[in-house]
Structure formats: structure tokens, C-alpha cells
């Protein structure tokens, strides 16, 4: 099955600096690459996703990239402000021919410092 | 609308007791999922529905029974669980793209279950 491994687990950055939070995965039939943000309480909120046939998309100061020859996908944060802070989890899914779910990286807990 | 709604928020059950979650969307989604969450560790899979058929089922002890009445609801029925199973139950809906996959999949808010 699918294995997705996420680095760092935790990462703190100044206010108003970016971020990035890197995941790998193993199954090249993967083709559906969301990530996640989870404030404490809250359920896992979809902030972008990508899937295999595009190498990159923006949403206004996120951005995820996608690498598939090297199985591994990024998301990028810009201008980050406190409200950033909280725990991204990046995930896969493979087609398998019809849904499937996703498998999730550990999860980094971002942590904005004003 | 990306709304998926789950019912109760919270829930206290005997490990005799049953007990039933339910989740609920209205974005015209084909598949629908449960996830279980613990403490600081990411959502793990247990059922996928697609089209209201159960198509993955991620070796989940029988104690836990899901069920797909319609399109639109997912329930899960609980049955002799353990204190071990308490978690977060996540329920998640998605589009289906038939062969191609899937795209955007949402979240519910969850239900918090404690097993005494």
C-alpha cells in the first residue's frame, strides 16, 4: 500500500516569513495529492490540492509542487501571519480504478512566531 | 457548498452498548468515507464508499459496521467496542471521477467518542 512520509514535524517561522513542509510517497499510481490544515478541535480543513498531470498550483500565498519522477510534493507557504499556525497534514490517494482514500503523512505542526 | 455534517458531536457509550454515527452531505458526492483520529496522529482510513457500494474496507474489527442508505448519508454502527477505540470519527466525502480517481475530498467535524 501507499506510504507517505512528511518532514519537518515541527517548524517555527518569524511572522511574515515562508514556509515549507515536504512529503514523499511511494505508489506511483498516486495521482491526487491534497493537503490539509488542522487547528486543535477542529476537523482537517482542504487548503490545495494537485493532481498527477499538473507540476504546480497557486492559491493566493499557498502553493503546492509536485514532483513526479521523484515521488515527492511540497507546500509553500508565503507571508505567513498567525493565523497559519496550526498542524498540515499532506496526504495521496491512488485511483485503484474507482474513490479511494487518502493516505496521510504524520503531520507538521507549523508554528507562527510573532 | 462544501458542508458535511456529522451527528452527535460527542458520544459516551458502554462497551455493551450500540450505538450509531451518522454523516450527512449534500454535494451531489459519490463517495463517502470514514476515518478514525487519535491524539496527535493523522486520520487513519477504515471505509470507502463508492456509488453507496462498500469498495475499501481497511481490515476494520467487525465491532464496526458501516452502512450507505442513500447518496447523500453514511452511518456507522458501533457494537461491543473497546476503550482502545475511542477516538475522533471522521467522516469525509469526495468527488468519484470513475476511473480517473478522485478530487477534493471534505471533511465533517467529527465525532468525538469515548468508550468506558
Known amino acids: 500500500g501507499e506510504n507517505v512520509e512528511q518532514h519537518p514535524s515541527t517548524l517555527s517561522v518569524q511572522e511574515g516569513d515562508s514556509a515549507v513542509i515536504k512529503c514523499t510517497y511511494s505508489d506511483s499510481a498516486s495521482n491526487y495529492f491534497p493537503w490539509y490544515k488542522q487547528e486543535l478541535g477542529k476537523r482537517p480543513q482542504l487548503i490545495i490540492d494537485i493532481r498527477s498531470n499538473v507540476g504546480e498550483k497557486k492559491d493566493q500565498r499557498i502553493a503546492v509542487t509536485l514532483n513526479k519522477t521523484a515521488k515527492h510534493f511540497s507546500l509553500h507557504i508565503t507571508e505567513t501571519q498567525p493565523e497559519d499556525s496550526a498542524v498540515y497534514f499532506c496526504?495521496?490517494?491512488?485511483?485503484?480504478?474507482?474513490?479511494?482514500?487518502?493516505?496521510f503523512g504524520k503531520g507538521t505542526h507549523l508554528i507562527i512566531q510573532p | 457548498d462544501t458542508e458535511v455534517t456529522q451527528t452527535p458531536k460527542h458520544l459516551v457509550m458502554g462497551m455493551t452498548n450500540k450505538k450509531s454515527l451518522k454523516c450527512e452531505q449534500h454535494m451531489g458526492h459519490r463517495a463517502m468515507y470514514w476515518y478514525k483520529q487519535k491524539a496527535k496522529k493523522p486520520p487513519e482510513l477504515m471505509f470507502v464508499y463508492s456509488y453507496e457500494k462498500l469498495s475499501i474496507n481497511e481490515s476494520v474489527p467487525s465491532r464496526f459496521s458501516p452502512e450507505c442508505p442513500n447518496s447523500s448519508l453514511l452511518n456507522l454502527h458501533l457494537h461491543a467496542l473497546q476503550p482502545e477505540d475511542s477516538a475522533l470519527y471522521l467522516c469525509?466525502?469526495?468527488?468519484?471521477?470513475?476511473?480517473?480517481?478522485?478530487?477534493?475530498?471534505?471533511f465533517g467535524p467529527g465525532t468525538r467518542l469515548t468508550v468506558t
Open positions: 469525509a466525502s469526495s468527488q468519484a471521477l470513475g476511473g480517473a480517481g478522485i478530487v477534493g475530498q471534505y
Open positions: 496526504a495521496a490517494s491512488s485511483s485503484g480504478g474507482g474513490a479511494d482514500g487518502l493516505t
